[in-house]
């Protein structure tokens, strides 16, 4: 008698959605395109990875977003928040729109300088500044915002040095109700810190007073903050027009409107986001109620970055392998991980499958190619049987994503812009060794030897 082989049984939970309060999940979206592209197609001509980027949703937002600001207030500008998206064709789509540069280091200054934005709208924030680039953004007549009293002291003496008088605007902290509040950046209001930094501007006769600037946080619900944000700032102008006699050239209430993601800890998925309406509403009516007639006439400048790109920016995946976990539990590995999505780390990135599927759904762990324990872009996704190829969708990843990505252990993708009329365009060729190895160099000492002068052991070590 032929004795068959002895197979261990195995239990498989499957799990059809997860249940919350209003029934079943409704499981997994499918997307065979990407901006009406076919996803088979966008991955054998750039490969996989591929960010996927959508013009006509960048221009639409940007569009949104200004006739929303400019239906409640005479004077508003946005900017371009660069450290969010700075792939050169999205800041571009962005001041093609009309949009100033929002900067926060030297290296984005230069960015958006090499895509044509003259200095004088060009907004440098953040809390270093080097010498260099002070001295370039005065001479260039930037719109300077300072973030700490050092860095007015240093500005000061760049003026003396250039004989010149700069325009130096403050970065203002106020208590708007978010928390944890962003309470390191700038000069604290209520305890008089913002009106020490005017008074040393006013005072200091090196100096004028530039704006009022102002970021509450980052993916803030709830356009009240906002509100109160915005007051508090127009009555500083106010304030300080009496106690020092100067006037902000304009009021920069900063970035922080939320996208459609979702966070991690948040029980629905997306759709939760306040409409950009609702900010400009909250911000305008706050400004044009509070302080006085000339605060309410100052330019308005507005720094969205997520709630402009999110949504624009795709990411497609392949599945590499597929693996039942110790637990029994589910997990996929694909060829995208927290290298390409940090922002995995803070939001329920969704996640569409690119074909029909009929067999039963699982909750499956996400995880990337990274040889390392924390690269997971989801814990738990209900997902159908997946196979090595199959292709996963992952949205919105516009926002910070790409800027936050970084070479470990693998180079970064392509980077495609699907123009107005559909056709795609590489923005970013997929990265070659080149890349990561052009700025080191290697001691002599340690080159490679010519074929067969080697010392070192040419066999294998056993
Ligand atoms: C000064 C400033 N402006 C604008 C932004 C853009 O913020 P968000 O992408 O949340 O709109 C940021 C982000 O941190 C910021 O620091």
């Given at each position: 008698m032929i004795r068959k082989p002895y197979e261990r049984p195995a239990m498989v939970r499957n799990v059809v959605g997860r249940m919350n309060k209003a029934g079943l999940a409704s499981g997994i979206a499918r997307r065979e395109s990407v901006e009406g592209l076919s996803i088979e197609?966008?991955?054998?001509?750039?490969?996989?990875?591929?960010?996927?980027?959508?013009?006509?949703?960048?221009?639409?937002?940007?569009?949104?977003?200004?006739?929303?600001?400019?239906?409640?207030?005479?004077?508003?500008?946005?900017?371009?928040?660069?450290?969010?998206?700075?792939?050169?064709?999205?800041?571009?789509?962005?001041?093609?729109?009309?949009?100033?540069?929002?900067?926060?280091?030297?290296?984005?200054?230069?960015?958006a300088r090499r895509l044509g934005i003259p200095g004088n709208r060009i907004v440098f924030n953040g809390p270093m500044k080097t010498r260099d680039e002070l001295v370039r953004a005065i001479r260039e007549d930037a719109i300077l915002h300072a973030d700490s009293l050092d860095e007015i002291y240093s500005i000061e003496r760049l003026a003396a040095e250039m004989n010149t008088k700069p325009v130096v605007g403050v970065r203002v902290g106020v208590d708007a109700g978010v928390h944890p509040r962003?309470?390191?950046?700038?000069?604290?209001?209520?305890?008089?810190?913002?009106?020490?930094?005017?008074?040393?501007?006013?005072?200091?006769?090196?100096?004028?007073?530039?704006?009022?600037?102002c970021h509450i946080g980052t993916y803030i619900l709830d356009p009240g903050a906002y509100s109160k944000a915005a007051k508090q700032i127009a009555e500083f102008a106010a304030e300080i027009e009496k106690m020092f006699g100067v006037s902000p050239t304009h009021l920069d209430l900063g970035g922080g409107f939320a996208s459609n993601n979702t966070l991690g800890s948040q029980y629905y998925a997306g759709g939760i986001a306040p409409t950009i309406d609702n900010y400009a509403e909250a911000i305008s009516t706050a400004l044009m109620s509070a302080g006085n007639g000339r605060t309410r006439l100052l330019p308005l400048l507005i720094e969205p970055g997520r709630a402009i790109v999110d949504d624009a920016g795709t990411l497609i995946t392949t599945v590499v392998?597929?693996?039942?976990?110790?637990?029994?539990?589910?997990?996929?590995?694909?060829?995208?991980?927290?290298?390409?999505?940090?922002t995995a780390w803070w939001y329920r990135l969704g996640i569409e499958t690119d074909r029909a599927t009929d067999g039963l759904l699982e909750e499956t762990a996400v995880y990337g190619p990274l040889c390392m324990n924390i690269d997971c872009i989801r814990e738990?996704?209900?997902?159908?049987?997946?196979?090595?190829?199959?292709?996963?969708?992952?949205?919105?990843?516009?926002?910070?994503?790409?800027?936050?990505s970084m070479q470990f252990i693998r180079l970064r993708p392509a980077v495609v812009l699907?123009?107005?009329?559909?056709?795609?365009?590489?923005?970013?060729?997929?990265?070659?060794?080149?890349?990561?190895?052009?700025?080191?160099?290697?001691?002599?000492?340690?080159?490679?030897?010519?074929?067969?002068?080697?010392?070192?052991?040419?066999?294998?070590?056993?």
């Open positions: 197609k966008l991955c054998a001509e750039y490969g996989s990875p591929l960010f996927v980027f959508s013009e006509r949703r960048i221009r639409s937002r940007v569009r949104e977003a200004r006739e929303a600001f400019g239906r409640r207030h005479p004077n508003v500008t946005l900017c371009c928040s660069y450290k969010t998206n700075y792939l050169g064709a999205i800041c571009a789509i962005q001041h093609q729109e009309g949009s100033l540069a929002e900067v926060v280091s030297g290296m984005e200054y230069e960015k962003w309470d390191r950046f700038g000069f604290d209001l209520a305890s008089g810190q913002a009106a020490q930094a005017v008074r040393r501007i006013a005072a200091g006769g090196r100096l004028t007073l530039g704006g009022l600037h392998s597929s693996k039942s976990l110790a637990n029994g539990r589910k997990g996929v590995v694909v060829d995208a991980g927290v290298n390409l999505l940090f738990s996704v209900p997902l159908p049987d997946l196979r090595p190829g199959d292709h996963l969708v992952v949205h919105p990843v516009g926002a910070y994503a790409f800027t936050q699907v123009n107005e009329s559909g056709v795609a365009e590489c923005i970013r060729r997929a990265e070659v060794l080149d890349d990561l190895d052009g700025p080191e160099r290697l001691p002599e000492r340690f080159k490679p030897r010519e074929e067969g002068n080697r010392s070192a052991p040419t066999s294998r070590p056993v």
